[in-house]
T-cell receptor, first 115, second 116 residues
Framework: AQSVTQLDSQVPVFEEAPVELRCNYSSSVSVYLFWYVQYPNQGLQLLLKYLSGSTLVKGINGFEAEFNKSQTSFHLRKPSVHISDTAEYFCAVSDIQGGSEKLVFGKGTKLTVNP | GAVVSQHPSWVICKSGTSVKIECRSLDFQATTMFWYRQFPKQSLMLMATSNEGSKATYEQGVEKDKFLINHASLTLSTLTVTSAHPEDSSFYIC????????????FGPGTRLTVL
């Protein structure tokens, strides 16, 4: 069964600092990978996704992620964060060939950007 | 595009009553919708997968008689929490998948249910 591990439950950073949120997945098959952001009391908004092709994926709000098949990782990065980036971030994975349309989510990383 | 709405955004009800939550895809047809439950400071837990015109598929441990799901059209799925109890209080989020896209799900804004 697939699983997603977000190694850091909380990441505090200062405004304008770079940030990396880590995500590792376990799957023996090809996968689709997603990062979602959730602001308080709201649903999830897609930041970016990896389906195929270039391993460096650029998303909204200046975020990017790199798919590393050998390390089964999909870490999210931003070179300079803003106060408004404070939110919960979820990594998710879905099988390409497993016949399952489900998304498996990690437990989330709470990013707090301090002034 | 790909907007999903939920109604209501929050609801407070008395123990023993039933509550219906609607999930609509506003600008696309969703062959599959998903219902999630999220406890405070936790991840999303998939409750069930809802396919238009057929019975929902529930995840292990989710009571199908407690959480009734109906997907009567390509743009509407409903979740009814029957005989709600305080332990059913949670944040319920739906999502919709477009068949043409690769497993990407578009999420609704969520419904906060509080059972007194």
């Amino acid at each position: 069964a697939q699983s997603v591990t977000q190694l850091d439950s909380q990441v505090p950073v200062f405004e304008e600092a770079p940030v990396e949120l880590r995500c590792n997945y376990s799957s023996s098959v090809s996968v689709y990978l997603f990062w979602y952001v959730q602001y308080p009391n709201q649903g999830l908004q897609l930041l970016l996704k990896y389906l195929s092709g270039s391993t460096l994926v650029k998303g909204i709000n200046g975020f990017e992620a790199e798919f590393n098949k050998s390390q089964t990782s999909f870490h999210l990065r931003k070179p300079s964060v803003h106060i408004s980036d404070t939110a919960e971030y979820f990594c998710a994975v879905s099988d390409i060939q497993g016949g399952s349309e489900k998304l498996v989510f990690g437990k989330g990383t709470k990013l707090t950007v301090n002034p | 595009g790909a907007v999903v709405s939920q109604h209501p955004s929050w609801v407070i009800c008395k123990s023993g009553t039933s509550v219906k939550i609607e999930c609509r895809s506003l600008d696309f047809q969703a062959t599959t919708m998903f219902w999630y439950r999220q406890f405070p400071k936790q991840s999303l837990m998939l409750m069930a997968t809802s396919n238009e015109g057929s019975k929902a598929t529930y995840e292990q441990g989710v009571e199908k008689d407690k959480f009734l799901i109906n997907h009567a059209s390509l743009t509407l799925s409903t979740l009814t929490v029957t005989s709600a109890h305080p332990e059913d209080s949670s944040f319920y989020i739906c999502s919709a998948r477009v068949a043409a896209l690769t497993n990407e799900q578009f999420f609704g804004p969520g419904t906060r249910l509080t059972v007194l």
